[in-house]
């Protein structure tokens, strides 16, 4: 019996609820981001490319080879192309969503195409890991999906060699948590060190919640205690994703999934944690979701009487296996207790050197251990495809393409995703195989897979820095702030949430505020169109509290601010104001729209307004369609579309599951009606 079935469809649905998720969130912005008249106008990178290649080869294909996107194939605006796979890629997965019958290969290579094409042109606003993320999973998500779901019942083994994948999506799961918590000591970063990363991780990330203002508040020891907490949940817990004892695994799961919750709550991460909470399902097995599938519905689990030595067989058996599972969580917790001391305040009792010893003693054997493992499960699974039933020839030969067509890949996604592991450490990652690098860098045009390391850093030690964008009619002022939707201005300004949208402009300013404009040009290319007085830009900011709501001002310019959250007031209630803010410095100086410095420095980075061509053809049914679809998508919130979009595939699942239930039970029925006459 294939034991992991409808896990596997399940892990399939979700994957497919987070590409609506990206999809969606992507294509609200894409116009402001890159149109003709955006920040990085997506034709200006085409035809760039288009230069740059000049001596080669001038077809689609070729071009497609380079930089693979389908932007290449379809003969639209650059930016309506954008739109129309991000429309696509909506529909694919939200019917993915509500209908088992598509959610098999073909699907989700279509959602992975789609997404790495606006990838590939996206640039530095698609530069984020949970985007490669994303692809990465998709692809093994095109692994783990069917051919086809006719006669895909778990008792059917039908699927089964689909495990092998499923073990991959495991090992991906292992590679997120792993490194992202070796990264935050091997980075020598004195917070993560002194255990107080956290004092400043909820005042200084890119968007906070409202909840995060108040986590700020916590005692010095609860932010102590959460940051062990964090490197036993990143660090330590993903080895019993490995385990062949199933309580330890879900509790391994579990663990993933409060932290990213807890993360989710305080934190405006998009899709991302939504993302890894799905991927936690590689821990899981059908049994377990029959499990909880009894507590939401409080339905009883229907007990039948097997014979009476079987029960004493069986009651002895689970009283040893529950033994060594407490045996070994009692082990863990005595060992995890010894890595930190309170006196006053937690410390870690390992010093840098003693870390960045067992980083490099322990990945050799991980890889060891992984590539044994799936090695193991391999020939598990192929037994049960190729041995033990009676088969004829021809389904022998089937079932061996079918396995073939599944390991091949399966390997050398595991091969190559051996060497952003061992990024970790240089010495190690030299030892690999030549065939292990030769293979990741064959795999890196289509992003396959990838390092991660999430909050490597941690940033506004000393405040939040916070870039201010201001309009004038005049150099001596009265200068007048721009607001945006999400990221901190006004000090007054209630926080807000807005996962699983990522407003990726006001994440870009997040980064901005660590470096300089020189460093992030395309900030300048933003107050061009602002003071060009572009809508599509200034609707990826507030427009009801727009300080020149009718014209552009005359002159802009930018201002770096130091925020601070605010404290409780002495009665323990909240203060009006959520931030209060010193000015640093000037961020960038005053410029005009036809400053020829700044025309120069937007010509240079090729950030220029793309013109029109002088004969513009009549509008094609497909452009009316997205402008139709646009004007519609304009009038509701990002994060409310989304939700909307993801709440009417649940109504809709809900409600097919309920007459599912309803025709099941009158069949039963009418079935014991029929015996009974018989």
């Not at 149109?35 to 230069?51: A, D």
């Not at 990363?197 to 700020?216: D, F, K, M, R, V």
């Not at 041995?387 to 050398?412: A, C, D, E, Y």
């Not at 395309?522 to 990826?540: A, F, K, P």
Request: glycine share 4%.
């Amino acid at each position: 019996m294939d034991k992991t079935a409808r896990t596997r469809d399940l892990f399939l649905a979700l994957i497919a609820l987070t590409f609506m998720f990206a999809f969606a969130s992507l294509y609200v912005q894409v116009p402001g981001l890159y149109g003709r008249n955006g920040i990085k106008p997506v034709h200006n990178w085409m035809q760039q490319m288009i230069k740059e290649n000049k001596q080669s080869s001038q077809t689609a294909e070729s071009y497609f080879m380079k930089e693979p996107t389908l932007l290449w194939f379809i003969k639209l605006e650059p930016h309506l192309a954008m739109e129309l796979l991000c429309i696509l890629g909506v529909l694919l997965s939200f019917v993915c969503m509500i209908w088992k019958r598509v959610r098999t290969m073909p699907t989700y290579f279509l959602l992975w195409l789609f997404y790495l094409s606006v990838y590939k042109v996206g640039d530095t606003f698609l530069w984020f890991q949970w985007d490669i993320l994303l692809l990465e999973v998709g692809f093994l998500s095109i692994l783990v999906a069917p051919l086809s779901n006719k006669n895909s019942d778990a008792k059917t083994e039908a699927n089964i060699h689909k495990e092998i994948p499923f073990w991959l999506v495991k090992w991906l799961l292992f590679r997120l948590m792993f490194a992202s918590g070796v990264v935050k000591l091997t980075s020598q970063c004195p917070t993560w060190w002194g255990l107080t990363a956290l004092n400043y991780h909820y005042e200084s990330q890119c968007i906070p919640t409202p909840l995060a203002w108040w986590a700020h508040q916590l005692p010095d020891a609860v932010q102590q205690f959460s940051v062990i907490g964090t490197y036993i949940i990143e660090i330590c817990l993903p080895f019993f994703f490995f385990v062949p004892l199933r309580p330890l695994r879900l509790f391994a799961g579990y663990a993933q999934i409060f932290l990213m919750v807890a993360i989710y709550l305080t934190g405006n991460y998009n899709f991302f944690n939504i993302l890894t909470v799905v991927l936690c399902l590689s821990l899981f097995d059908d049994n377990h979701l029959s499990f909880l599938s009894r507590c939401l519905s409080f339905e009883k689990k229907d007990n039948r009487n097997p014979p009476q030595n079987e029960v004493q067989g069986n009651k002895i058996w689970n009283i040893l296996y529950v033994l060594l599972n407490l045996s070994i969580f009692a082990t863990f917790i005595y060992v995890m207790s010894t890595l930190f001391t309170y006196n006053g305040k937690f410390k870690l009792t390992f010093n840098k050197e003693e870390f960045n010893t067992f980083v490099k003693w322990s990945l050799p054997r991980i890889i060891f251990a992984a590539s044994f493992l799936f090695v193991l499960r391999t020939l598990y699974v192929s037994s049960r495809v190729l041995v033990g039933k009676t088969q004829t020839l021809f389904t022998f030969v089937s079932n061996l393409i079918k396995l073939s067509i599944i390991i091949l890949p399966s390997v050398f996604i595991l091969t190559a995703s051996m060497v952003p592991l061992c990024s970790l450490e240089p010495s190690v990652s030299r030892e690999l195989s030549p065939i292990a690098h030769r293979w990741h860098r064959s795999s890196s045009t289509f992003d396959l897979t990838h390092s991660y390391g999430l909050f490597r850093r941690m940033t506004g030690v000393g405040g939040r820095p916070e870039v201010v964008i201001e309009g004038s009619n005049s150099l001596e002022g009265p200068w007048k702030e721009y607001e945006f939707y999400y990221k901190p201005g006004d000090r007054t300004y209630p926080l807000t949430w807005t996962a699983p949208h990522q407003p990726r402009l006001d994440w870009q300013m997040w980064f901005a505020s660590l470096s300089s404009y020189q460093h992030n040009p395309w900030i300048l290319s933003l107050m061009h169109r602002i003071l060009l007085g572009q809508n599509e830009v200034l609707d990826l900011m507030d427009r009801t509290r727009s300080p020149y709501p009718v014209s552009p001002p005359k002159y802009i310019r930018s201002q770096l601010y130091l925020y601070h959250y605010t404290k409780l007031n002495k009665n323990n209630s909240a203060p009006r104001a959520w931030w209060t803010r010193t000015l640093q410095k000037e961020y960038s100086p005053p410029i005009t729209k036809d400053n020829v410095d700044l025309l120069a420095f937007l010509n240079h980075h090729n950030m220029m307004p793309a013109p029109l061509p002088k004969k513009q053809p009549p509008q094609s049914n497909v452009v009316q369609m997205l402008n139709q679809i646009r004007i519609l998508a304009n009038q509701v919130s990002p994060p409310y579309l989304l939700w909307s979009l993801a709440f009417t595939a649940l109504a809709i699942v809900t409600l097919g599951s309920m007459m599912n239930k309803k025709k099941k039970i009158k069949d039963a029925v009418n079935a014991n009606v029929v015996q009974k006459v018989s």
